[in-house]
């Protein structure tokens, strides 16, 4: 079992970007926003451009970045996994460095992310994108479809994706068990594709807990 997670909405108790954004850059990211809602540019080329005018020292903003709140049951689920040696990976159309240092206050730096890269220096940021695949179907800096494929080995017979929004959507077919809520779990509904629906990561813990004893009970893993 990989149990993959989105970061923003998912983790994070609201989404970090918009956070930064609406605290630290020209006031014109809104309308880069308004065209990437619109359908008039992609999610990549949305997010290249709005990076492009955050302002600010690296001061200003870890201080920001200091008062985004984890989900409640985010480091519990983290050691519950860890003691039962399921590999957790995270996967972001976000931003690594915002992600690394939300990780990093809260003890958890060892995970491993894949997200959108952060480079040049203050006043004059860029967003690298080496997670991008061209023609992802979500249009995306971070194709999350080509890395959940890359996952689907036989070495981990189940794939769990936990999400929230709509840079999800794509990848959530890719599961064998999907954690979703928010935007996430309206698009599962409307396409009557199974899904377990959430509110914290303590509801994640236990559903899984649940099924690993079933699995356990049925002879299909180790007992627990």
Not at 6 to 33: C, H, K, N, Q
Not at 158 to 187: H, P, T
């Amino acid at each position: 079992m990989h149990v993959i997670c989105d970061f923003d909405g998912t983790i994070s108790r609201g989404d970090t970007t918009d956070l930064v954004l609406g605290r630290l850059a020209d006031p014109a990211w809104r309308a880069i926003e308004d065209d990437w809602v619109a359908g008039r540019i992609t999610a990549a080329a949305c997010m290249r451009a709005q990076i492009a005018l955050i302002a600010g020292s690296d001061a200003d903003l870890d201080a920001l970045l200091d008062t985004v709140e984890l989900d409640p049951g985010f480091v519990s689920f983290v050691a519950w996994c860890g003691a039962r040696s399921l590999p957790i990976s995270i996967v972001s159309d976000g931003v690594d460095r915002f992600i690394f240092r939300i990780l990093e206050r809260h003890g958890l730096a060892h995970l491993p992310v894949f997200a959108n890269r952060l480079a040049g220096q203050p006043g004059a940021r860029r967003l690298e994108q080496p997670w991008a695949r061209e023609g992802c179907a979500a249009g995306s800096g971070v194709c999350k479809c080509a890395l959940a494929g890359a996952w689907s080995e036989p070495k981990w017979p189940m794939v769990v994706y936990v999400g929230d929004g709509r840079s999800d959507f794509c990848v959530s077919a890719r599961a064998d068990l999907l954690f979703a809520k928010a935007a996430l779990a309206d698009y599962a509904a409307a396409r009557a594709q199974p899904f377990i629906p959430f509110e914290t990561f303590h509801d994640v813990t236990h559903a899984l807990e649940r099924r690993l004893s079933k699995l356990a009970a049925a002879g299909r893993i180790a007992p627990l």
